[in-house]
């Protein structure tokens, strides 16, 4: 998309610069114009899809002249930045064809919101827009990773989606072992380090490929690296990521910083796991504590009980009763099939499908893409359907 940028503001230009190189498909800059005067007498013979209008520095009297861009460029997209409240000035440009209004200083988040929205209206989003599913641990050895990973191969196995996991361990991530043997090429560090760069085809060529359909993006293997991660890169990186994948899963460990942060405000659903032991519900509850601070919907928020085993002196109930948060589901104390997968990074459906583990990844899969399973085919069936023809 090519846009005219209406701004006497350089810092302004180079931030928006940056912002669209890093879209898919890219926001171009094509020209600029110091005023409304400027680019009323000066009008882009290229015409611009978009016309991003600086109205911090507008004078009262050149409100007017909004209308009169509206009608110079008429099949154009229309952007006001501004730097406070000025209602008369929102009547004008709501009169003028003006659709997105934005504060300054610019959100980016923001900005690429009104993006995708103007992108949907031309009709020119042909993107994916995929969910992204965060999985946090309440304690450590909750079982995060495995699980994690494992339902990325699941998801892609079964339900044919296209996956992307991205390990957001800040420090010693390894979610990338849990499934392949590969040595990663490039890790979250390098494409932190290469953000300008980032596009569909980039992202997809920095990724440990499991399968046709599931990549992983490991995480730094050298902890020093882990600071060049910074939370407006993950804000570039999910964006992408959604627009090329069905699911964006992130393993987010137990460290809640900036950047993990960062990527929790934009997560879909929140799955916090736990096992069944005071400990953990101790570590889940200040967990929560933290999500409730932040403004999280809880409803978005979504517990999986760990190595379940029923008859147990705490119940599932005792859980909701002490955190207010569901339950939605548990994950069975399969010991042999789990270690058996971890020790040889393989895939506990590609290992032992017939495991209890192998069949509650399925139930998982159908939960969160809401496939029904019929009662003789459907995820299960074609899971194990060709071992009993087999056997």
């Excluded at 503001?9 to 800059?29: I, N, T, W």
């Excluded at 930045?81 to 504060?103: K, N, S, Y």
């Amino acid at each position: 998309m090519r846009a005219l940028l209406i701004s006497r503001d350089s810092h302004l230009y180079a931030e928006l610069a940056a912002q669209g190189a890093a879209r898919v498909p890219p926001l171009h800059l094509g020209a600029t114009r110091a005023g409304l005067r400027e680019a009323l007498d000066r009008p882009d013979p290229d015409a611009p899809q978009l016309v991003i209008v600086d109205a911090s520095n507008l004078e009262p009297s050149e409100a007017n002249l909004l209308e009169r861009l509206g009608r110079q460029y008429p099949t154009a997209q229309l952007m006001l930045l501004t730097t406070q409240h000025q209602p008369d000035l929102l009547i004008t440009a709501m009169r003028a064809g003006v659709r997105e209004l934005l504060q300054l200083p610019l959100v980016h988040r923001a900005f690429h919101e009104a993006m995708d929205r103007i992108a949907s209206a031309a009709g020119m989003s042909t993107m994916r827009d995929g969910k992204v599913l965060a999985f946090i641990a309440c304690k450590g050895g909750s079982g995060a990773t495995f699980i994690s990973t494992n339902f990325g191969y699941a998801l892609a196995t079964l339900a044919g989606k296209k996956v992307l996991l991205i390990d957001l361990h800040g420090q010693f991530g390894d979610a990338a072992l849990y499934v392949s043997d590969q040595k990663p090429a490039m890790t979250m560090s390098d494409v932190c380090a290469q953000i300008a760069r980032i596009d569909g085809p980039f992202l997809e060529s920095c990724l440990v490929h499991v399968t046709p359909g599931f990549g992983v993006l490991a995480a730094a293997d050298d902890p020093a690296h882990e600071r060049q991660a910074k939370p407006e890169h993950i804000d570039t990186i999910l964006r992408v990521a959604r627009q090329h994948y069905d699911y964006v899963l992130l393993d987010v460990g137990r460290q809640i910083d900036a950047v993990s942060l960062r990527a929790l405000d934009v997560t879909d659903t929140i799955y916090p796991l736990l096992q069944l032991a005071l400990p953990d519900i101790r570590d889940a509850r200040r967990l929560l504590d933290i999500f409730r601070s932040l403004g999280y919907v809880l409803d978005n928020i979504r517990l999986i009980v760990n190595r379940y085993e029923k008859g147990g002196k705490l119940r599932l109930q005792d859980l909701h009763a002490a955190l207010g948060c569901e339950v939605v589901h548990t994950f069975p104390n399969d010991y042999i099939a789990v270690t058996d997968s971890v020790n040889q990074g393989v895939p506990v459906l590609q290992l032992s499908r017939s495991s209890a583990a192998a069949r509650s990844l399925a139930d998982l899969v159908e939960l969160v893409t809401a496939q029904r399973i019929h009662e003789s085919r459907g995820l299960l069936g074609r899971l194990f359907g060709r071992q009993a023809h087999d056997d």
